[in-house]
C-alpha cells in the first residue's frame, strides 16, 4: 500500500496494514522462552528477566518450563557434550515456529573450554541458531540487545515465506539428537546444518 | 592459632598410634617437603578401611569428618621429571612406584583440628587399579569416590554405588590421568597458530 495513502488514512482514524505485518508482530512481541540454564550465564539471563533491566519490556518474559510451550530457546551457558543430547531433544520438543538464541561464548564455539574433551564447540553444530551473543557471560543488555535482533528478524518475514519457513521447520525438527559415543558425541555434527569454515593460514 | 597449632598432633604420632592400634596396620608416613609441610599417612590398601574406621570412632582425634577426596596420576615420568629435582620417595627410602593414588582430607569437628591427610596407591596404573572403598566409613567419600574412578580410573571396592560421575557411561577412557589422549576434533579454529593450527589443517585434510 502507498504509504502517503496509509497516512491519510491513518488521519481519518483508518489503521491499515498487511496481513504479515500483524502476524510477525503478533510473534515478535510474545517470544516465550524455554526456562532453563546450562551454566554461569543462565544467571545473566535471570537478572535479564527481574526489574531492574526487565525484559517484559519485550514481551519475552514469560519462561515456560515445557518446550512445548515455548518458541524461543536460550541456550545460556556451557553445552557439555553429556548435555547436548537432551537440548536438542529438547529444541525438537518446541512447536514452530520456534528460535535460538546462542547466549555465550560457550553456547557459541565452546568458550574458554573449547578444547575440553567434554565440551561441545558450540550448539550451532547441531541446531539452527538465530542469533548468537558472544560475551563471558553477555551483560543483561547483551541479552536485550538479542532479543531486539531477533524481533528485527522476525519482523523481517513474510507470511509467504513464513510457509516455506515452516516447510524448513519441519524439516529442522526432525534434527537427530546424537548419541554419546566411547570418546565424543555420534555424530560429532550435524552435517545437515553445521560444517567447518577452511581453516586460516596464518 | 598457636591454640590450633598445640592441639594439631605430629603425624609420626598418629602412624604410631594406628600401627599400635590395629594390627599389620603398616602405616608410613610420606612427607612433603615444600613449605606447607602437610605430611600425609600412606596407608596399606588391605588394612586401610580397619584403619579408618579406628581413626574415626576409637582414636583420640576422632575424625569424623571427610571434606575432601582426590586422585593423583603418578606414571614412570611424573615421579623421575618431578620439579623438586629429586624423585619423589616414600618416607625418604625407596622410590615411588608408578600408581594412581587417592587422597583423602580429614578433620574433627568434635576437636576442631585437622586436615589430617591420608593416602592410598594401587598397585599400578594399568591391571591392579583396585582400592577399598572408604565410603562405608565416611558417607561423603560417595561422590567423590565416585569421580575419581570416572576420571583417574580407580576402583573403589566396597563402594555402594560406583558409576561414572561426570562423563556419560559410554565414555571409555579416564581424561585426567597424564598419559590421556584428547580427541583429535580440531576441526574448526577461529585464530589457529602453532600447533593448533597444524593440527586444524591437517584434519581438514583428512576429511575433504
Known amino acids: ?44 539471563m535471570i537478572a535479564t528477566s527481574m526489574a531492574r533491566y526487565d525484559l517484559a519490556r519485550f514481551g519475552a518474559e514469560v519462561f515456560r518450563p515445557s518446550p512445548r510451550q515455548a518458541d524461543l530457546m536460550i541456550v545460556a551457558g556451557t553445552v557439555t557434550k553429556k548435555m547436548a543430547p537432551q537440548v536438542v531433544r529438547l529444541y525438537r520438543q518446541m512447536p514452530s515456529p520456534k528460535y535460538v538464541i546462542a ?30 551473543i558472544p560475551g563471558c557471560p553477555p551483560r543483561p543488555e547483551a541479552l536485550l540487545h538479542s532479543i531486539m535482533t531477533l524481533q528485527r528478524k522476525i519482523t523481517e518475514d513474510s507470511l509467504a515465506k513464513n510457509r516455506e519457513k515452516e516447510e524448513q521447520e519441519r524439516l529442522k525438527s526432525e534434527l537427530p539428537i546424537p548419541v554419546h559415543g566411547a570418546q565424543d558425541l555420534e555424530p560429532a555434527q550435524n552435517p545437515k546444518i553445521w560444517k567447518a569454515p577452511a581453516a586460516r593460514k596464518a | 592459632m598457636e591454640n590450633e597449632k598445640a592441639i594439631l598432633p605430629e603425624v609420626q604420632q598418629i602412624a604410631d598410634a594406628i600401627n599400635a592400634a590395629v594390627k599389620n596396620a603398616g602405616v608410613t608416613v610420606s612427607i612433603n617437603p615444600s613449605p606447607a609441610e602437610q605430611h600425609s599417612l600412606l596407608l596399606f590398601p588391605t588394612k586401610a578401611r580397619e584403619c579408618a574406621q579406628w581413626l ?12 575432601n577426596v582426590s586422585g593423583n596420576d603418578w606414571p614412570e615420568d611424573a615421579i623421575t621429571k618431578q620439579t623438586p629435582k629429586q624423585p619423589v620417595k616414600d618416607a625418604g627410602e625407596e622410590p615411588m612406584h608408578p600408581c594412581l593414588e587417592a587422597v583423602y582430607h580429614l578433620y574433627s569437628i568434635r576437636q576442631s583440628l585437622g586436615p589430617i591427610i591420608i593416602r592410598m596407591r594401587t598397585e599400578n596404573r594399568s591391571d591392579k587399579v583396585e582400592l577399598p572403598s572408604l565410603t562405608p566409613i565416611w558417607r561423603s567419600a560417595e561422590l567423590q569416590e565416585r569421580e575419581i574412578f570416572d576420571l ?20 571409555e577412557d579416564h581424561p585426567m590421568r597424564r598419559d590421556y589422549v584428547e580427541p583429535d576434533d580440531y576441526d574448526y579454529e577461529p585464530t ?15 576429511t575433504v
Open chain 2, 152 to 171: 583417574y580410573g580407580i576402583h573403589f571396592e566396597g563402594h555402594p554405588d560406583l558409576r561414572r560421575l561426570l562423563m556419560w557411561d559410554e565414555f
Open chain 1, 1 to 44: 500500500m502507498d504509504e502517503g495513502l496509509k497516512s491519510e488514512l491513518q488521519k481519518a482514524g483508518i489503521f491499515t496494514t498487511t496481513l504479515s505485518g500483524l502476524y510477525n508482530w503478533g510473534r515478535k512481541n510474545s517470544l516465550w522462552p524455554l526456562q532453563f540454564g546450562l551454566a554461569c550465564c543462565a544467571i545473566e
Open chain 1, 103 to 132: 547466549m555465550g561464548a560457550c553456547a557459541i564455539s565452546g568458550g574458554p573450554f573449547k578444547q575440553g574433551y567434554n565440551v561441545l564447540k558450540g550448539i550451532d553444530r547441531f541446531i539452527p541458531v538465530d542469533v548468537h
Open chain 2, 192 to 206: 589457529p597458530h602453532g600447533d593448533v593450527l597444524k593440527k586444524s589443517l591437517t584434519q581438514q585434510e583428512g
Open chain 2, 56 to 67: 574415626k570412632a576409637e582414636s583420640p582425634w576422632q575424625l569424623d569428618y571427610l571434606s
